[in-house]
């Protein structure tokens, strides 16, 4: 990419941004800086996204009630506890595209899974392997070699890693071809 064209890309970039309709969110998040002091471009927001700059108060609110409340804070908090995830069902059913019956937030991702895969994982003969993308977080690794052993499967051969070895994305191609040879 020559110079000018990196430039381009830059103001193409700058302009895409301001004009993005999301743009006014961004000041409400803590934004990490690099050693230099400039905000840094943070690309991970699907393992821990940024931290919302009112996070901190409302986390207080709730350690303040079980401070008080204790057990009762379940369903006496100003915000009771217990159906949080009621409460979510549908701003997450809009957010990704479900029905509110189809729609439930709990847990983290590895938790679901372990539940997932007590529930629904019954090996028998060829059909017993578990693919997961090679770069998927250690925890998650972990609780499908877990339950690969717990089913008397032995994880080195049950595990299936699909993707490329290096950083980059997988194409369908690689992909099909990875689960193909299995």
Known sequence: MTDSERSDLLARAEQLDRSDELSAFRDRFHIPRDAAGEPVLYFTGNSLGLQP?????????????WARLGVHGHFDAEHPW????????????RIVGARETETVVMNSLTVNLHLLMASFYRPSGERRKIAIERHAFPSDRYAVRSHLAFRGVDPDDGLVLLGAADDETPDDALLAQQIESQ
């Open 53 to 65: 700059k009112n996070v901190r108060a409302e986390v207080e609110t709730v350690m303040d009630e």
């Open 82 to 93: 217990m159906p949080y995830h009621e409460n979510l069902t549908a701003p997450m059913a």
